[in-house]
C-alpha cells in the first residue's frame, strides 16, 4: 500500500519517467514535465514520501540541490531517536546516516546522555523544505539537539511535543547554566569526524569551548558562529568523495576561529551603527525546479 501510495504521488507530481537521469550532467538539458514547470520545487519536493529508488547521489550545493537514493535514519536506534516525525525529515545521504550513528554512540558515552535526540536532517529526496531551513536540501545536514537524551522510548506524540533546550544567555554573547562539558565534548567528536566540513552553533558557545580547550584546538576550526543554533548544533558534511554532482561549501578560514568569534559576541553586546549606505537586502525568491541541478529532474520521477 505505501509503495502505491509513492507511486500515485510521483505519477500527479510528474506523469510518467523512469528516473535514470542521475547520470546527466548538471550542465546538459533535461526536460521538466508540464506537471512540476512552475511549480515551487518545495510543494515538489515536500509531496513525496520516500526516497528515489537511484544509487545515493547529493546534487547541487547545500542550499539548492536534491538527494538521489536517499535513506531513512531509523526513527528510533540503539542511541538515538529521531525527533518530530510528521516532518518526514529523519532522510540522508548514507554517509550522514551512518554519521548521526557514530555521533549518538559516542553521546552514550558522556555522563547524563543516552545518546541524542536528532532533529532536521533532509526530505526523502532533499530539495528546498515546505518551512525552515534554506539548507538541508542534499541529505549532508543534521540538527543534533541540545537536550540530553534520559530516554530512548519517547512516542511519536512525545516526540512531537518535548522541546531541546537553549544553551544561550544574552542573546548568544555568552552560555547559560544548561551548558555542559559533554556539549563541548560531543561537538568536539564531531569536529574531529574527517568527513564534518562545519558545525554551526551560536557564538557564545563557541567562545566558551575556545576557553576551555587547554589541549590542540585544531578542531575548532570547524565550529563556526551563527545566528541561532542555540536549541541545537548544526553539523554538516562534505561532499561524499567520487559525487562530481555535489557542490561543497568553501572550507573554513585558516586558524582556530576564536578570535573571529569573540568579535561576534562583541557585536552582539555592542552592536556597530547600521550603515547608513547599505542597499535594501533584496527579497528572497522561491525556487522552481528550474532553479535546481538538471538531475533533480529525474530524482522526482524516479521510482
Not at 199 to 219: H, L, N, Q, T, Y
Not at 266 to 272: G, V
Not at 275 to 291: G, H, I, S
Request: proline share 8%.
Amino acid at each position: 500500500m505505501k509503495k502505491l501510495f509513492v507511486v500515485c504521488v510521483l505519477a500527479l507530481l510528474a506523469g510518467c519517467g523512469d528516473g535514470q537521469s542521475e547520470t546527466v550532467s548538471t550542465k546538459s538539458a533535461s526536460v521538466i514535465p508540464a506537471s512540476m514547470n512552475g511549480k515551487l520545487a518545495k510543494q515538489l519536493f515536500g509531496a513525496v514520501p520516500e526516497g528515489s529508488q537511484q544509487s545515493p547521489a547529493p546534487y547541487g550545493s547545500y542550499a539548492k540541490g536534491c538527494l538521489a537514493g536517499g535513506v531513512e535514519l531509523a526513527e528510533t536506534g540503539p542511541t538515538w531517536q529521531a525527533m518530530r516525525l510528521s516532518r518526514n525529515r529523519n532522510w540522508g545521504h548514507p554517509e550522514l546516516i551512518n554519521f548521526v550513528q557514530n555521533l549518538s554512540r559516542f553521546a552514550a558515552t558522556q555522563p547524563g546522555w543516552a545518546g541524542l535526540y536528532v532533529g532536521d536532517m533532509s526530505q526523502p529526496r532533499g530539495g528546498p523544505m515546505l518551512s525552515g531551513h534554506r539548507s538541508h536540501q542534499i541529505g549532508l545536514d543534521a540538527d543534533i539537539w541540545m537536550l540530553a537524551p534520559k530516554r530512548l522510548n519517547l512516542s511519536a506524540s512525545e516526540r512531537e511535543n518535548i522541546s531541546s533546550i537553549s544553551l544561550r544567555r544574552s542573546n548568544g554573547a555568552y552560555t547559560n547554566d544548561n551548558y555542559t562539558r559533554q556539549h563541548m565534548n560531543i561537538m568536539k567528536a564531531a569536529a574531529k569526524d574527517p568527513r564534518v566540513a562545519r558545525i554551526f552553533v551560536f557564538p557564545g558557545a563557541k567562545v566558551r569551548m575556545c576557553k576551555e580547550e587547554k589541549g590542540d584546538k585544531s578542531w575548532l576550526r570547524k565550529v563556526r558562529p551563527w545566528w541561532g543554533h542555540h536549541y541545537h548544533f548544526h553539523v554538516r558534511l562534505s561532499c561524499p568523495k567520487g559525487m562530481r554532482g555535489c557542490v561543497d561549501q568553501a572550507t573554513p578560514p585558516a586558524g582556530d576561529g576564536c578570535a573571529d568569534a569573540q568579535t561576534w559576541v562583541k557585536n552582539i553586546l555592542n552592536p556597530p551603527p547600521p550603515d547608513p549606505n547599505a542597499k535594501p537586502a533584496k527579497p528572497r525568491r522561491e525556487y522552481t525546479l528550474a532553479d535546481l541541478p538538471n538531475q533533480c529532474v529525474g530524482v522526482l520521477q524516479s521510482r
